[in-house]
């Protein structure tokens, strides 16, 4: 399914010509008009050094020889006009380039995150290929207008090249030729290094993800109390610097290659245009030359193989660019990451329940099954309750009934209808969740609740209520600027919490209860999943918050994960997952009587309750 991503870095010429086109379209649907008004302006800015070079040659060979006052003037005048051309359009083409970079680069990076947002699943997201590659899709998003300005480059040199190329020619056919012989070997070789460079920043992938890794953890919030309790940012450091080594080494590999490449390259133009300077010098003293012809062979032979280099530069930009572009095009173009049906089932009101019918999984084919064969039932209007050891696969569970992922085999229905085939968006619309790894979002207090129903998001009452429910309300109210303070787990002093652009730090259990909040604006909704839900909340908070979670769940379905059995005590129905199966089910007091592993846990947790209960009273 990711075979895509890891297929060979290096695009082929049709891959080439293909995302050429893309980037094409894409810089007209951006910017048609700044395109156009970019043709233009390329166009006379390359006629502008071939026009000076004639009209010098020619006045001076007007001056030289006694030409009429008239059309010395006249010739003066177009040079002037010229120069006038030369000053200004630099500038606007400048302009003009700056606009076309930032109109379609909005647009491509639009087009690359939406297709990033259909990617519904999150196989992808866990694929290092498809990281590697949406990372140099991000970059290959500024490419379309690269590659047009790389075209427009490559044209305004082909047309210099071609005009100074004809004008020498007719000075010295052979030293037009002897220059023109010296592009061809620059512009394979250019080519050749671009592609180097392109494959060279393919294969540092890795290691640059693993810097980046070390570098962000150094400066993490998160990170740092462990990295300084156990003295490892030294440890780190270090793998980042070697990482980090490894990345310039290759550079520098590179950069010492395009140095003896293009050094090379440069000697032999420069050898070519003495040579010339030579033959035009001596010509002239012989008479074969006119002083306009010398002037004008002056500026041409410069002007060719500066042109060259211009065009070469391009082509080699333009290959580059495109290169990246193809990265981008690959990740645009990707196939869905789950099958979506043509013409999607409708999904039914939630009535009977969901059904997993002998369901295997596993993350990849490289990985272990986690599921092996699970079938249970969620009954529409109860409360299951999901146990099991660390790694029994709740979690993974929870994530094939979103439908982040499809199972190997076996099915999944709603009310009889495969989960396969309906609009996942659908499906997505009807759940409400708190995931063990649930979000804290550095924005508002009001926003990290709304973003549960974005429909909601300005309704305050629906905000607040959530809240209460959640038990975060008087937190959120003695904040400095109540729901619109701005959250952030970064630290900012007291001082700076009444300006709106910092944020108030919240604790573990506070951002715990907004993603409980969250959730709870969803409630509409037919299936509630709550993944750990208090796992980080303190005792009292755990018993308030279960209290109003079993008030909430009263006639509604909902999955529920917990380590801590005795919330689970009232649940209508508890299955116990062990070695991806269901092991047994049941509700409490039948599995409790059938002294299975849910006794077992159930016992050996009350006995530690009990156990501390009675180490505090001898403490007493
Ligand atoms: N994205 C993933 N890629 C590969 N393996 C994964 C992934 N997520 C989970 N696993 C593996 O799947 C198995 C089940 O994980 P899961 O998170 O579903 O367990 P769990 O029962 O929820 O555990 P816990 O009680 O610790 O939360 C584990 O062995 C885990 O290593």
């Known amino acids: 399914m990711t075979a895509e991503f890891t297929s060979a870095a290096q695009p082929n010429r049709r891959d080439l010509l293909r995302v050429g086109v893309l980037a094409a379209v894409l810089a007209r649907r951006g910017a048609a008009a700044t395109t156009a008004s970019y043709a233009l302006s390329t166009l006379v800015a390359a006629a502008v050094p071939v026009t000076t070079a004639w009209l010098t040659k020619v006045l001076i060979d007007l001056i030289t020889t006694g030409g009429a006052l ?3 003037t006249a010739v003066a005048v177009g040079l002037a006009v010229a120069g006038l051309a030369a000053a200004a359009f630099p500038q606007i083409n400048q302009y003009l380039r700056t606009q076309l970079d930032q109109r379609v680069a909005l647009l491509a990076q639009d087009e690359l995150y939406l297709a990033v947002e259909r990617f519904s699943g999150l196989a992808y997201f866990e694929n290092p290929a498809f990281l590697d590659r949406l990372r140099l899709a991000q970059q290959g998003a500024a490419a379309p207008a690269q590659v047009v300005d790389g075209t427009f480059g490559v044209t305004r040199g082909v047309l210099t090249l071609l005009g100074f190329l004809g004008s020498l020619a007719v000075i010295s056919p052979v030293m037009a030729l002897a220059v023109l012989a010296t592009a061809v070997p620059t512009l394979l070789l250019e080519i050749q290094l671009s592609r180097r460079r392109a494959a060279m920043i393919w294969d540092l ?20 109390k462990e990295i300084r309790l156990f003295g490892i940012g030294g440890f780190l450091r270090g793998r980042m610097l070697t990482e980090l080594r490894e990345v310039f080494g290759a550079k520098r590999r590179m950069d010492r290659r395009e140095l003896i490449v293009q050094g090379g390259l440069a000697a032999l133009s420069a050898v070519v245009a003495g040579v010339g300077l030579v033959w035009a010098a001596r010509q002239a003293r012989a008479g074969a030359l006119t002083i306009g012809d010398v002037a004008l062979f002056l500026v041409a032979v410069p002007s060719v193989l500066g042109a060259m280099q211009q065009l070469i530069v391009s082509v080699a930009h333009t290959h580059q660019q495109l290169t990246m572009f193809h990265h981008y095009a690959v990740v645009v173009g990707a196939a869905p990451d789950l099958p979506l049906r043509a013409e ?12 997993l019918r002998d369901v295997w999984f596993r993350y990849s084919d490289e990985h272990p099954w986690v599921l092996r064969g699970v079938s249970m039932f969620i009954p529409h209007g109860s409360t299951v309750g999901l146990v099991g050891l660390n790694g029994a696969g709740k979690s ?38 708190v995931f063990q790894d649930y979000m804290s979002y550095d924005l508002t207090a009001a926003d990290n609740i709304g973003l549960g129903d974005i429909a909601s998001i300005d309704d305050r ?9 959640a038990g975060v309300h008087p937190a959120v109210e003695a904040l400095p600027r109540g729901y619109d303070t701005m959250l952030s787990r970064m630290f900012f002093g007291e001082s700076d919490q009444g300006d709106p652009e910092t944020g108030v730090r919240f604790s573990g259990g506070q951002w715990q209860r907004l993603a409980l909040a969250r959730a709870f604006l969803r409630d509409k909704r037919d299936l509630m999943i709550l993944d750990e839900p208090s796992a980080g909340l303190d005792a009292q908070a755990e018993y308030e918050v279960h209290q109003r979670l079993r008030e909430h769940r009263a006639g509604r379905t909902s999955l529920l994960i917990s380590h801590r059995l005795g919330s689970l005590r009232d649940a209508d129905l508890i299955v116990v997952l062990a070695d991806g199966t269901v092991a047994e089910q049941g509700d409490h007091v039948t599995l409790m009587a059938g002294g299975g592993a849910y006794a077992e846990l159930f016992q050996l947790q009350a006995a530690g309750y009990q156990l501390s209960e009675q180490a505090a009273g001898q403490a007493d």
Request: charged share 30%; net charge positive; with cysteine.
């Open 461 to 469: 009452p629906a905000l607040v209520a959530a809240a209460q429910r």
């Open 396 to 433: 993974t569970l929870v994530k094939l009934v979103c439908r982040f992922y499809d199972p190997d085999r076996g099915s999944i229905t709603w009310d009889g209808v495969d989960l396969r085939d309906v609009e996942i968006t659908e499906l997505r619309a009807r759940i409400g969740a």
């Open 70 to 72: 008239g059309a010395v």
């Open 205 to 224: 992938g890795p290691t640059e993800r693993r810097e980046f890794f070390y570098r962000n953890l150094l400066g993490s919030v998160d990170a740092a």
């Open 344 to 355: 999607p089932v409708a999904l039914p009101v939630l009535r009977r329940g969901i059904e």
